[in-house]
């Protein structure tokens, strides 16, 4: 019987299918989200409010969210890379319907990918972030936040612990209901996960939980989660079968998978309240739609 217990924050509606060459139809998407409350997902990133020419698989964003099951024990993300995406995270609560119940903010900690991904500097997407933490307390809405890139960037390469730990550090102070750090591209090793979450946790002091965003792209995502846990990280960003990357980096592969991720924690004893049978199915189901097996190793194996 597990002892300790992790939380899943299922992001395949998101971010495993923001870099699908084939537009995901809305009735697909509300299908998905579906199976993964049913393998136990509580916490699911559904949308991003960004331009649709940039990412063309989101441009449903509002219609999802429709559509979405209201459900009182599951918390649906919006993430926003600007304050026009929380004007349109908070439209989705008008006329007293369900919407978004929390959105994920987002500062890459590099000033070339900013630039890229959201048209941002470090120290613009500092000053925006803070500002969007503050609005969105001002109108009731829950936020949370993202360092992206923190463990290197597509352009730059490197990128400094001090660089991530100074950001998080002026993040703090808008007290947002989490701080993660994502190594978008896949470059983190273990050592670095265990030095640079180690560090993080020593700078919140226990006032802030910490979150973890791991992509698979050297194959290290999986070894990264572990070392993360190891280091107080008890949040955990997945994605079914492992599918995902960011449009913005070159060679962007998947999000760490959630079978993978529970298998893992599973057998060392520890709990996400997840159905892994019922996560490999709802991988078979998916695969057959998009007519390809999916990266994540638990559900090729069993």
Same mark, same amino acid.
């Given at each position: 019987?597990?002892?300790?217990?992790i939380?899943l924050?299922?992001?395949?509606?998101?971010?495993?299918?923001?870099?699908?060459?084939?537009v995901?139809?809305?009735?697909?998407?509300?299908a998905?989200?579906?199976?993964?409350?049913?393998?136990?997902?509580?916490?699911?990133?559904v949308?991003?409010f960004?331009?649709?020419?940039?990412?063309?698989q989101m441009?449903d964003?509002?219609s999802v969210i429709?559509g979405?099951p209201?459900?009182?024990?599951?918390?649906?993300i919006?993430l926003?890379?600007?304050?026009?995406?929380?004007l349109?995270?908070?439209?989705?609560?008008?006329?007293?319907?369900?919407?978004?119940?929390?959105i994920?903010?987002?500062?890459?900690?590099?000033?070339?990918?900013?630039?890229k991904?959201?048209?941002?500097?470090?120290?613009?997407?500092?000053?925006?972030?803070?500002?969007?933490?503050?609005?969105?307390?001002?109108e009731?809405?829950?936020?949370?936040?993202t360092i992206?890139?923190?463990?290197?960037?597509?352009?730059?390469?490197?990128?400094?612990?001090s660089?991530?730990l100074?950001?998080?550090?002026e #993040?703090?102070?808008?007290?947002?209901?989490e701080?993660?750090?994502?190594?978008?591209?896949?470059?983190?090793?273990?050592s670095?996960?265990?030095? #640079?979450?180690?560090?993080?946790?020593?700078?919140?002091?226990?006032?802030?939980?910490?979150r973890?965003?791991?992509?698979?792209?050297?194959?290290t995502?999986i070894?990264?989660?572990?070392?993360?846990?190891?280091?107080?990280?008890?949040?955990?960003d997945?994605s #079914?079968?492992?599918?995902?990357?960011c449009?913005?980096?070159?060679?962007a592969?998947?999000?760490?998978?959630t079978e993978d991720?529970?298998?893992?924690?599973?057998?060392?004893?520890?709990?996400?309240?997840?159905n892994l049978?019922?996560?490999?199915?709802a991988?078979?189901?998916?695969?057959g739609? #998009?007519?390809?097996?999916?990266?994540?190793?638990?559900?090729?194996?069993?």
């Open positions: 019987m597990a002892s300790e217990h939380e924050v299922e992001v395949g509606p998101r971010d495993g299918l923001q870099n699908e060459p084939e995901i139809s809305t009735a697909v998407k509300l998905l989200i579906d199976k993964m409350i049913g393998y136990g997902a509580r916490r699911l990133e949308a991003s960004v331009h649709p020419q940039r990412v063309p441009a964003a509002e429709a979405l209201d459900r009182a024990d599951c918390t649906y919006g926003v890379l600007n304050k026009r995406g929380v349109r995270a908070l439209a989705t609560r008008e006329n007293g319907a369900r919407g978004i119940d929390q994920g903010c987002v500062i890459v900690a590099s000033d070339t990918f900013g630039q991904n959201q048209g941002q500097t470090i120290a613009e997407g500092l000053a925006e972030t803070r500002e969007m933490l503050r609005f969105a307390r001002a009731g809405m829950r936020a949370q936040v992206s890139a923190a463990f290197g960037c597509p352009f730059e390469g490197e990128v400094k612990h660089t991530v100074a950001i998080a550090e #993040l703090a102070i808008e007290t947002p209901e701080i993660a750090l994502a190594d978008t591209i896949g470059v983190g090793t273990p670095e996960v265990t030095e #640079l979450f180690g560090r993080l946790g020593e700078t919140l002091a226990g006032k802030i939980p910490m973890a965003h791991f992509h698979n792209t050297r194959g995502g070894a990264n989660a572990w070392e993360a846990y190891k280091a107080g990280v008890r949040i955990f997945a #079914l079968g492992g599918l995902g990357g449009p913005f980096a070159p060679r592969t998947g999000n760490i998978a991720l529970i298998y893992m924690m599973a057998r060392s004893g520890i709990d996400a309240g997840i049978d019922a996560a490999i199915a991988n078979k189901w998916f695969a739609l #998009l007519g390809r097996e999916l990266p994540s190793a638990v559900a090729r194996a069993g």
